[in-house]
DNA sequence: CGGTATCCGTTCTGATACTG
DNA sequence: CAGTATCAGAACGGATACCG
C-alpha cells in the first residue's frame, strides 16, 4: 500500500548547495525509525543469532550452545526482539518437555544477505583499520611523551 | 609492525556440508575484531558523522549543530574513535582562534556505501517490521487477559 | 526444556564546568 | 573555537533463583 517511506535518492553532489538531506531523518524521533531498528540489526547477540538461524531451525537450546557466550536471558531478550520484529519466527510444540524452534522468516533471511556485505567490508578492510589504528596510537604516545 | 591479524576467508558455502562457518569468529576475541568494528559502525553518532562527512568537510562546530541532540562529549568521542580507525581524517589550523576540520578518508567513503545499503534494507522494510511489531504486541496483549 | 523475575555491577551518555 | 574533566542517571548485560 501507501509506502509512506520519503526514500529520496542518497546521490548528492548534483548541486553545490547545501540541502537537508534526509540523513538528519536517522535521528529524530519523528517519521522513521531508522536508527531503532538499526540499532536492533547491529546488535552483537541478533547478528550471531541470525547468522546461525540462516543455515537451519534452531531450538532454544542449540542456539545456546552454539552461540555459547550469551547468557539464558539475553538470548531470550534476543530472541523475542528478533520475534517481535518479524525476523523470527518461534514455534512451540505443545510437548513435555517443551520444544520451541526458531526460525528465519523470509525478511529475515533478507537482512542476512544485507548484513553480510556489511560483515564482508569489514572483513576486507580490517588490516586496513588494525594499521590506521596502530599509527593514531603511535602517535598518541608521542604527544604523551612531549608533555 | 607484525600485524598479527589472521585474516581467514570469508567465503563459505563452498560445500553444502554444515561446517563450523566463520560465524562464530564474530565473538570469539582471537582472530578478528569483526564485532568490534561493527559496533563503531553501527553507532548511531557515527553513521550521522559519516553521512554528513561524505557530503563535505566539515568543522567540529558545523557537526555539532548539523547532527544536533549530539553533546559536545559524544561528537568529540565519535569524532576520536573513527579518526582512529582511519575513516575520518582530522587536520589542525595553528591559528587563533583554533580551526580543526574533519574529512572522510578514502575508506570512510566506501563505508558509506556499504552502510547505505543497510539503511536502504532498514527504510525498505520500516513497514514490514512496524506491522510485524503491531501484530506482536496484540498478541500479547491477548495472552495477557487471559492470563 | 524453556523460560520469567530479580538483583547488581559495568558501560554509556548527557549535563556542567573549566581550559588553551 | 575546540576541546578536556568530572559526575550522575539511564541502559545494558550477567548471575542467580524459581516456575510451568
Not at 19 to 47: F, H, M, N, P
Request: proline share 3%.
Amino acid at each position: 500500500m501507501g509506502e509512506g517511506t520519503l526514500k529520496s535518492p542518497s546521490c548528492c553532489g548534483g548541486s553545490g548547495v547545501e540541502q537537508d538531506y534526509d540523513v538528519l531523518q536517522w535521528d529524530t524521533r519523528e517519521g522513521c525509525e531508522v536508527r531503532q531498528i538499526l540499532d536492533r540489526v547491529a546488535d552483537k547477540w541478533s547478528l550471531l543469532a541470525i547468522a546461525h538461524l540462516e543455515r537451519r531451525t534452531l531450538r532454544f537450546s542449540e542456539l545456546r550452545r552454539l552461540i555459547d557466550g550469551i547468557s539464558q536471558r539475553m538470548l531470550t531478550v534476543t530472541l523475542r526482539q528478533l520475534e517481535r520484529d518479524g525476523l523470527v519466527r518461534r514455534t512451540v510444540y505443545p510437548v513435555v518437555p517443551p520444544r520451541v524452534e526458531y526460525a528465519l522468516t523470509p525478511m529475515g533471511a533478507t537482512l542476512h544477505t544485507t548484513i553480510q556485505s556489511l560483515v564482508d567490508w569489514t572483513e576486507g578492510h580490517q588490516q586496513e583499520i588494525a594499521k590506521a589504528r596502530a599509527e593514531y596510537d603511535s602517535r598518541q604516545d608521542v604527544d604523551a611523551a612531549v608533555s
